[in-house]
């Protein structure tokens, strides 16, 4: 325990004193004469001693409390979090079912198609020979034969017979029957058919001819050997293949057809089918698939 200094002691006594009325000294002799006279009152010390002082050597604590951390500023971010608008509570429901619509509306769409080269190049090809300025862009005839509404088929059963007829031209056999329905007459409509032997490829005469009978005169594309015939013209096509109509590729076509629908043809076949066969459908290689 730690000793309260003397003067301390003292002026506390004094002070004690001082609040009592008494003397605040410790002896007689402090306070005067302690045995007056009878009747006379003890006489108050003239001067009272004043209340203690807080001693000067007490040292001062520190203030231990913590000081308080300054408030940091909110973030843009989150003021404008607060401050937007928030989605309506009705609307909830719509929200939620949006996911939903998007995947049954996505059912609905179709997927577009891939234009096969085989129907855009051949219409292509049909106009840029000059086809159409005479047999009409649709096939419904002109100063040339009707070629639509199945009239190139029966004049022309065979597609190799048609190749034939136009690679030569009309000119070729100017005033001759050809056809299977013996209807036509080379010249008879009044106007030549120029021969494209000169001007198509191989692979590109095979275009045209399925323009007119396909798309034109709507033959029968799920025949037997069909889909062969069109999967060749698109492989040829594409690979830049460049056949040319000389004379010994015409005889081939020639030997090719046949000699009651075609005159000059020679009905032989090729002569190595396996390697070169003939152009045009073959319903013997899809009955043998």
Same mark, same amino acid.
């Given at each position: ?89 009705? +609307? ?11 995947? #049954? ?89 120029? +021969? ?20 034109? #005169? ?20 594409? #690979? ?19 000699? +009651? ?29």
């Amino acid at each position: 325990m730690t000793e309260i200094p003397e003067h301390l002691l003292k002026r506390s006594k004094a002070a004690k004193g001082g609040a009592s009325g008494g003397s605040g000294g410790d002896s007689a002799s402090d306070s005067g004469d302690a045995t007056s006279e009878p009747g006379n009152a003890p006489v108050a010390a003239e001067s009272a001693t004043p209340a203690a002082a807080a001693p000067a050597n007490v040292p001062e604590f520190p203030n231990l409390d913590p000081e308080p951390e300054p408030v940091k500023p909110e973030p843009e971010f989150v003021t404008a979090s607060k401050s937007r608008q928030r989605i309506p509570v009705w +609307a909830l429901p719509v929200v939620a079912a949006l996911p939903v619509w998007a995947w #049954s509306f996505a059912g609905t769409m179709q997927q577009p198609e891939v234009e096969d080269p085989v129907f855009v190049e051949s219409a292509e090809l049909y106009a840029a020979a000059g086809c159409a300025g005479c047999h009409g862009a649709a096939g419904g005839g002109g100063s040339g034969y009707q070629l639509s509404e199945g009239e190139v088929l029966a004049t022309f059963p065979g597609v190799i017979d048609q190749m034939v007829h136009v690679a030569r031209g009309s000119a070729a056999i100017a005033g001759e029957t050809y056809g299977a329905d013996g209807r036509r007459v080379s010249g008879d409509s009044g106007a030549a058919m120029p +021969a494209q032997r000169d001007a198509l490829t191989q692979v590109e005469l095979e275009l045209v001819i399925f323009h007119e009978r396909a798309v034109l #005169s709507g033959e029968d594309m799920d025949q037997p050997g069909y889909e062969e015939w069109m999967e060749h013209m698109r492989e040829a096509y594409e #690979s830049g293949e460049e056949l040319p109509i000389d004379d010994e590729h015409f005889d081939f076509l020639l030997a090719c057809a046949d000699p +009651a629908v075609t005159p000059g043809a020679t009905g032989s076949g090729s002569p190595d089918p396996e390697e070169t066969p003939c152009p045009g459908p073959h319903a013997e290689e899809s009955e043998g698939a």
